[in-house]
């Protein structure tokens, strides 16, 4: 066993007690070695299995559906998310919701992904007014906005007024 490579020489030149003293204990550094291994093998199985669940709950993976993060996600296509800078223009915010819709469809984000995304492109009035929305929901909730769905709410009824609907059924209207 210790007989081969470098130093075997110098196992040769050794008594037979003396060979089977370093075999066994040859042997037994061997074992520990392997369990060792095996000890680390487990661990480092068992912390990838908790990265890869984390990241199916971070990003989303397993839902309707889908087998893991980002199944529907566009590959090697950059698609950036539109700037919106909160004018007081109802068609400007509409198209930018258009916008990022369907960013966020081709690239199948989870819900707090979405809001984290789109505020990252608020400017001007629209990033003043949403932190002092987050701010009031915190006060107020003890929580911040986290759904897309609760973010489109806030943000249409702050730039798209009830007359806005109004007007367009007219205009509509008046082209039928």
């Known amino acids: 066993m210790v007989g081969t490579g470098h130093g075997a020489g110098e196992y040769h030149q050794l008594d037979g007690s003396q060979r089977l003293l370093l075999d066994v204990m040859t042997t037994q550094m ?15 199985e068992g912390l990838e299995n908790q990265l890869n669940q984390n990241a199916r709950r971070h990003y989303g993976g397993n839902r309707e559906g889908n087998d893991g993060p980002m199944q529907n996600r566009i590959e090697g296509v950059k698609l950036n998310v539109p700037p919106f800078k909160g004018m007081s223009d109802p068609d400007a915010y509409l198209d930018w919701e258009m916008k990022i819709e369907h960013v966020f469809f081709c690239n199948d984000y989870i819900e707090e992904q979405k809001v984290k995304l789109a505020a990252a492109e608020f400017l001007d009035d629209a990033l003043v007014c949403w932190n002092k929305n987050q701010r009031e929901m915190m006060r107020e909730e003890g929580r911040e906005i986290n759904t897309w769905t609760e973010m489109r709410r806030v943000m249409r009824k702050r730039y798209v007024p009830t007359s806005y609907n109004k007007t367009m059924r007219q205009k509509i209207q008046r082209l039928s």
């Open 30 to 44: 061997q074992c520990l070695l392997n369990r060792n291994n095996e000890e680390l093998y487990g661990r480092i």
